[in-house]
């Protein structure tokens, strides 16, 4: 008897991709196209459940076992550590972690910087590999804004297609760190749900080796 697996999604425009590697891979669920607001979505014949969460809240759902499987973005993983197995990269969700300031922005390395981000830890290990002391200002969004207002010197946050940076007029300082999509799991699922947890692993590697 195959054991049903929780799956928590990625809501919004990563999800969608996510979503389509899981039906691509065999583990569809129709009725998640249909309705928008409802939050989860099962197919008992695949033994799937899905259901939407906020990106930064996946790991979360999946180091606390409410979610089995679970898909999170490199960047998460990296600022918050959960106590998870990251299984798969799915090479889709692709983009950087970078440090980006104003185009006339330079450092002077006599006074800390500060650093407005919503990944505190990722902009703190950064800076101190260089051995440069950081002040972090703690945003949730519309970070770009910071640079603007002087609210800091410079950013740390994801850059995809880099249109958000120039339509603030703010530039890249430097990319450092590649970012895609992880597939994770639950410790105890993994243990209690080998076959099940595998299968999807296998079927979805599968896939991401095609689009290589
Ligand atoms: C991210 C990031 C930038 C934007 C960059 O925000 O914070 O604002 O994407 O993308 P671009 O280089 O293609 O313009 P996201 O929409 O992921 O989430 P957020 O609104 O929570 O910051």
């Known amino acids: 008897m195959k054991k049903m697996l929780n799956i928590a999604l990625p809501k ?3 999800g969608e991709k996510v979503y389509d590697l899981f039906e691509k891979a065999g583990y569809e669920c129709p009725s998640i196209k249909e309705n928008s607001r409802k939050l989860v979505f099962e197919n008992s014949e695949k033994g ?3 259901f939407w969460v906020k990106p930064s809240d996946v790991s979360v759902y999946v180091e606390r076992g409410a979610a089995d499987l ?3 973005g490199k960047d998460i993983l990296l600022e918050y550590a959960p106590d998870v197995y990251e299984l798969l990269d ?3 969700g692709k983009c950087s972690m970078a440090v980006a300031a104003k185009r006339e922005f330079v450092d002077d390395r006599n006074k800390p910087l500060t650093v407005a981000t919503k990944f505190a830890n990722i902009a703190k290990r950064y800076y101190a590999k260089q051995g440069r002391e950081i002040d972090v200002v703690p945003l949730n969004g519309s970070i770009e804004l910071a640079p603007i207002l ?6 740390v946050d994801i850059v995809e297609t880099g249109s958000t940076l120039k339509e ?3 530039v890249v300082v430097e990319k450092f760190l590649p970012i895609s999509a992880r597939l994770i799991a639950n410790k105890s699922s993994f243990k209690f749900k080998t076959e099940e947890v595998e299968e999807v692993q296998k079927k979805l590697q599968a896939l991401t080796q095609e689009t290589e």
Do not use: T
């Open 12 to 14: 919004g425009r990563l």
């Open 70 to 72: 679970g898909v999170a």
């Open 90 to 92: 799915l090479k889709i």
């Open 168 to 170: 603030n007029d703010l």
């Open 150 to 155: 002087g609210l800091s010197d410079v950013i």
């Open 48 to 50: 799937v459940r899905y």
